[in-house]
């Protein structure tokens, strides 16, 4: 009654405030830590540290909402399970993915962050067959080892994620959804048309070419290949 009571007199009142009178009541409750699991949609940059979390984090979440493209299944496993027990995550990998190519991708705690992305700073490893043990532990260990590059030291929460290797690319890209000099409201695109590659452009390796996009360009007046 007095919950009822506190809504019928305040209907902003806060969920501190319902809690209080619970407790008031004698109901019993139970603090939750929520830091990075929720925020007041008021707070934009809190709100950006709940959705975009780890690259391999964030890749899952989006994966369920994306409507034209597909985001690939994913294995992701943490840095210090790795360490503890690679058999276990051998295994697991043979189990997700058969007799199939991987590419062993990083997902180290500092990348894609809000202030820095670090891009192509750490190493993937593609074309990596599952069958071959020697070889899939060994592109899990390169990537690890990037990690610690440049003197950092490994994180509690840096990751490794595994996908299916893409074949038969005709381009890759990277996108950003602001001119990354300017902050000009521009699709800015990245493409490599050339190398066949998936990291001709975050490797920095292949001929590569940007196109600018205006935010409020009609899709429809875009050349078909973009």
């Known amino acids: 009654r007095r919950l009822q009571h506190v809504v019928q007199q305040d209907r902003h009142a806060s969920l501190e405030s319902w809690v209080e009178v619970l407790r008031a009541e004698g109901m019993a409750t139970v603090q939750v830590g929520l830091d990075g699991l929720a925020a007041p949609i008021s707070d934009q940059v809190a709100l950006a540290k709940v959705l975009f979390s780890s690259k391999a984090r964030t890749l899952a979440r989006v994966q369920p909402l994306v409507k034209h493209a597909v985001v690939l299944d994913q294995m992701l496993f943490n840095v210090q399970d790795w360490i503890r027990d690679p058999q276990r995550i051998l295994e697991a990998v043979h189990s997700s993915f058969g007799g199939s190519t991987v590419i062993v991708r990083s997902s180290a705690a500092v990348e894609d962050g809000l202030e820095r992305s670090f891009a192509g700073r750490f190493r993937s490893v593609l074309d990596v067959p599952v069958h ?48 990354p000099e300017t902050g000009a409201p521009y699709v800015v695109l990245t493409l490599d048309r050339r190398s066949g590659r998936s990291d001709g452009v975050t490797s920095g390796t292949s001929t590569t070419e940007t196109v600018y996009v205006a935010h409020q360009t009609d899709p429809s007046r875009l050349p078909q290949e973009i």
Request: net charge neutral.
């Open 132 to 179: 071959d043990r020697r070889r899939l532990n060994q592109a899990i260990d390169r990537v690890i080892e990037s990690y610690t590059q440049c003197g950092r030291a490994l994180s509690s929460r840096d990751e490794v994620f595994i996908q299916p290797q893409v074949g038969d690319v005709t381009t890759s890209a990277v996108v950003l959804t602001r001119d």
